[in-house]
């Protein structure tokens, strides 16, 4: 009988999606850049993974410069998609990248967002209240979805009457990035676009009749030497804002708060050491970070070390960047698999993605996630799971579910 064997990147294997880890172990020994089928090459080297989301041979916009697989239904429709809506930051290059990013960048520096530290503090308080109250928390809908969802719609100034819905619509939203995504998924995605962009509109028409003090107001005035966002370019970024604003951070505090647990020495060395209230985040992005990996696509003849063999890559074709692959990279993590809080240069994880596209909220989950996970572990001195975390059946945005614990 002849064996067939199995590809070392294999998205729709579920032991791949529940702990990728070893896999992307065994890509960045045996072949660390790794041809998947349709086409696009898994780079799993922190060097190749870092070089590349810097290079300026690479583009975002996937839908302008990929090579399309017409065999594929998914990424004819995928790409469809694309092109129905404005493209947002994230899918643009210079010049338009540079000039968006300009336009929206200030609010988002860390000294702005150092300001909402009280207020987030004050949330995160009211809910451990709670909390304290009946002696356990779900952590994920009532502490982790909760916290980002308010901060961000506050930061909007946004209503937060409707948050069952947008987070069932967010979360088709980005299912649609996912490998594994089906027909049906995308028509949910595209369902939930259709009740989003209506809900917005109605909510920024409304502002423009009466600004506020909100970041949607200064979004809607701003202008750098003459210049200002298009109302199509100013939903895409609000979309782009609520789905990245929440659906990432509430994975670094459910994945953050699981590694913890699953590591107790380090959860008591936190707990007891607030020098490490600067860093340890990054430590629990490198760990264990919600977005696993990012593409871009190759706008000139690129090669790399296979492991052994070159690896050539032509113009259209797609680079899977596997940030999760490079932040367990022993060339530049000592002990990756370990989890250690005080490591000298968790700073340097990818995360966040390097070079232009550099997460615009990185200083707000670093925060929201910090006070979160810092005042619950502080408040209270036993925390234990209450029942088995579950995972999302996820690859590019990887979290748990339910992480149910008791605390007193
Ligand atoms: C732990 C939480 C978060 C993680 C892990 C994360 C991760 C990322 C990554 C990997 C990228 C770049 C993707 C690429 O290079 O292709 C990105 C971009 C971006 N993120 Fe985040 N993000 C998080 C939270 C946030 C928050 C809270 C916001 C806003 C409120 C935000 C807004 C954005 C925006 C606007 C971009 C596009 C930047 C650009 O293209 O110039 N993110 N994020």
């Known amino acids: 009988m002849t064996t067939v064997e199995r590809p070392l990147w294999d998205p729709f294997d579920p032991a791949f999606r529940a702990d990728p880890y070893p896999f992307y ?44 697989d017409e065999s594929n239904p998914v990424a004819v429709r995928r790409r469809e998609r694309r092109r129905g809506g404005a493209k947002t930051i994230l899918n643009l290059d210079p010049p338009d990248h540079t000039r968006l990013r300009r336009l929206v960048s200030k609010a988002f520096t860390p000294r702005a967002i150092e300001q909402l530290r009280p207020r987030i503090e004050e949330m995160v308080d009211a809910r ?29 100034g946004m209503p937060t009457g409707r948050a ?59 202008e750098d030497e003459g210049d200002t966002l298009s109302p199509e370019e100013l939903i895409s970024f609000v979309v782009l804002l609520y789905v990245a604003g929440h659906e990432t951070t509430v994975n670094l505090i459910g994945n953050g708060m699981l590694a913890l647990l699953r590591h107790p020495d380090q959860l008591e060395a936190w707990r007891h050491d607030p020098s490490l209230d600067a860093s340890a985040v990054d430590e629990l992005l490198r ?55 005080a490591r000298p240069n968790a700073g340097k994880h990818t995360a966040f993605s390097a070079g232009i596209h550099y997460c615009l909220g990185a200083s707000l989950a670093k925060l929201e996630a910090t006070v979160a996970i810092t005042r619950l572990i502080r408040r209270f001195d036993t925390i234990e799971l209450a029942g088995d975390p579950t995972f999302r059946d996820r690859l590019t945005i990887r979290g748990v579910d339910h992480l149910p614990l008791s605390v007193t």
């Open 25 to 68: 172990d065994r890509l960045r020994t045996e072949a660390p850049a790794y041809p998947i089928p349709g086409g696009s090459v898994a780079l799993t080297r922190y060097s190749d993974v870092f070089a590349t989301l810097r290079s300026n041979q690479v583009s975002r916009d996937v839908e302008a410069n990929a090579t399309l």
């Open 287 to 341: 760990f264990d970070g919600p977005v696993q990996h990012t593409v871009r696509v190759a706008m000139s003849p690129m090669t790399f070390d296979g492991g052994g063999t070159t690896v050539s890559i032509e113009p259209g074709q797609t680079l899977l960047t596997v940030l999760g692959a490079a932040n367990h990279d022993p060339a530049m993590f000592d002990d990756p698999h370990r989890l250690w809080l």
């Open 128 to 156: 451990l209240e709670r909390a304290a109250e009946a002696g356990s928390i779900e952590l994920i809908d009532e502490l982790a979805f909760p916290v980002p969802f308010d901060v961000i719609s506050e930061l909007l």
């Open 164 to 222: 069952d819905e947008l987070r069932d619509w967010s979360q088709a939203l980005t299912q649609g990035l996912e490998p594994t995504v089906t027909m049906e998924e995308l028509d949910a995605a595209d369902a939930a676009i259709m009740q989003l962009v209506p809900y917005l509109i109605e909510i920024i028409e409304g502002r423009r009749q009466s600004p506020g003090d909100d970041l949607l107001s200064a979004l809607l005035a701003v």
